[in-house]
T-cell receptor
Framework: GEDVEQSLFLSVREGDSSVINCTYT??????LYWYKQEPGAGLQLLTYIFSNMDMKQDQRLTVLLNKKDKHLSLRIADTQTGDSAIYFCAESIGDYKLSFGAGTTVTVRA | GAGVSQSPSNKVTEKGKDVELRCDPI?????LYWYRQSLGQGLEFLIY????????KSGLPSDRFSAERTGGSVSTLTIQRTQQEDSAVYLC????????????FGNGTRLTVT
């Protein structure tokens, strides 16, 4: 089946690390993605990871993939107020489709 | 243009009227997608185009919804006889359609049916 689940809300203090978790169901997913959506805007691709990788780091972002448990996480180091947004996890389905979670709303407090 | 462009950005219509939503993908992107985002919900897949053909229309919620793409570029999503439950943000995305190519999204059209 195609079902991506993620917690709905996360509150974090400015300067701390944020960790957003996601579970997916399609074990054949080739790629897993993280998108960011700011108010009134579309989805912006943050990063993605190939399924044969365990970790990918890109500046303040670290993606961890546990393929056995079908668990994906996004860590944002030194969280800033500009990181407040909705973060979507997505898995690739077949050759072209992405299945998205409901999104995690991250609120950064001073 | 540099990114995916959608118009209008906002549309308010009366129940029962037809609406057309437009998407202009990134130049050279052969794959085009329509998704729907309802308040508090994730993204619901509607339809996928490869070139001008739509091999996957499985997400269209009813026969009131249709979409076309011409010239391998611009796409139009049409909703006939709109209902209040059609109110949502309609997002268009495009990609290179190669394995793993990420989807690039437009800013969406916010549709409100009164």
């Amino acid at each position: 089946g195609e079902d991506v689940e993620q917690s709905l809300f996360l509150s974090v203090r400015e300067g701390d690390s944020s960790v957003i978790n996601c579970t997916y169901t399609d074990s054949s997913s080739t790629y897993l993605y993280w998108y960011k959506q700011e108010p009134g805007a579309g989805l912006q691709l943050l990063t993605y990871i190939f399924s044969n990788m365990d970790m990918k780091q890109d500046q303040r972002l670290t993606v961890l993939l546990n393929k056995k448990d079908k668990h994906l996480s996004l860590r944002i180091a030194d969280t800033q107020t500009g990181d407040s947004a909705i973060y979507f996890c997505a898995e690739s389905i077949g050759d072209y489709k992405l299945s998205f979670g409901a999104g995690t709303t991250v609120t950064v407090r001073a | 243009g540099a990114g995916v462009s959608q118009s209008p950005s906002n549309k308010v219509t009366e129940k029962g009227k037809d609406v057309e939503l437009r998407c202009d993908p990134i130049s050279g992107h052969t794959a085009l997608y329509w998704y729907r985002q309802s308040l508090g919900q994730g993204l619901e897949f509607l339809i996928y185009f490869q070139g001008n053909s739509a091999p996957d229309k499985s997400g269209l919620p009813s026969d009131r919804f249709s979409a076309e793409r011409t010239g391998g570029s611009v796409s139009t999503l049409t909703i006939q006889r709109t209902q209040q439950e059609d109110s949502a943000v309609y997002l268009c995305a495009s990609s290179l359609a190669k394995g793993g190519s990420p989807l690039h999204f437009g800013n969406g059209t916010r549709l409100t049916v009164t």
